[in-house]
């Protein structure tokens, strides 16, 4: 049990360009949830999935963002056309059922310039 | 919607002293969990105890314990003995366990500084 792993671990880029982070869940881990955690705040919840099934995705994740979990493995957030505001912890988790505590990552650190 | 609310920002304790975080929620939910999460500086989150509501019986693990009041609605975390390495954010998050949504929400947090 490796934990889960995310890349990068930080992101610089400029307002306006287009950034992609991976999550790589524990092996045996089904489900895979995505989080965003700004400056003295709680994380809160972006989308989540099953296998390869996006099962739910919040009002944060507007049509600037998009995730895929293309194999029910790893899974991509990419943001396009980043804004001021997108800068935040990226936070990955993993869970091996509904009723399963969530694993988290050390999340991906992304400032927009 | 469910909210969780943690009124203390920061709290501080004494190696070896016990200190109690503070933590309530709202929710329409008959049957849901509550946790507790650890985020040290820098680091990845961790568990550090889980409550089911249907459980009466407050859930410990070795020097953490919660006060569950269902009615009232509060899900306190006691840390007894606190150890330097207990320092970080905590945070209180809650997730149904019926309709579909897997989703946790999480309080504010509060730092929790231990003075040697």
């Known amino acids: 049990d490796t934990g889960v792993s995310q890349n990068p671990r930080h992101k610089i880029t400029k307002r306006g360009q287009n950034v992609t982070f991976r999550c790589d869940p524990i092996?045996?881990?089904?489900?895979l949830y995505w989080y965003r955690q700004t400056l003295g705040q709680g994380p809160e919840f972006l989308t989540y999935f099953q296998n390869e099934a996006q099962l739910e995705k919040s009002r944060l994740l507007s049509d600037r963002f998009s995730a895929e979990r293309p194999k029910g493995s790893f899974s991509t957030l990419e943001i396009q056309r980043t804004e001021q505001g997108d800068s935040a912890m990226y936070l990955c988790?993993?869970?091996?059922?509904?009723?399963?505590?969530?694993?988290f990552g050390d999340g991906t650190r992304l400032s927009i310039l | 919607a469910q909210t969780v609310t943690q009124s203390q920002p920061e709290m501080s304790v004494q190696e070896a002293e016990t200190v109690t975080l503070s933590c309530t929620y709202d929710?329409?939910?008959?049957?849901?969990?509550l946790f507790w999460y650890k985020q040290p500086p820098s680091r990845q989150m961790i568990l550090v105890i889980r409550q089911e509501a249907y459980k009466q019986q407050n859930a410990t693990e070795n020097r953490f314990s919660v006060n569950f009041q269902k009615a009232a609605k509060s899900f306190s975390l006691k840390i007894s003995d606190s150890q330097l390495g207990d320092a970080a954010m905590y945070f209180c998050?809650?997730?149904?366990?019926?309709?579909?949504?897997?989703?946790?929400?999480f309080g504010k947090g509060t730092k929790l500084t231990v003075n040697p």
């Open positions: 998050a809650y997730r149904r366990t019926q309709g579909g949504s897997e989703k946790l929400v």
């Open positions: 092996s045996e881990h089904n489900r």
């Open positions: 988790a993993s869970g091996g059922g509904p009723h399963q505590p969530q694993h």
């Open positions: 929710t329409s939910e008959s049957d849901y969990y």
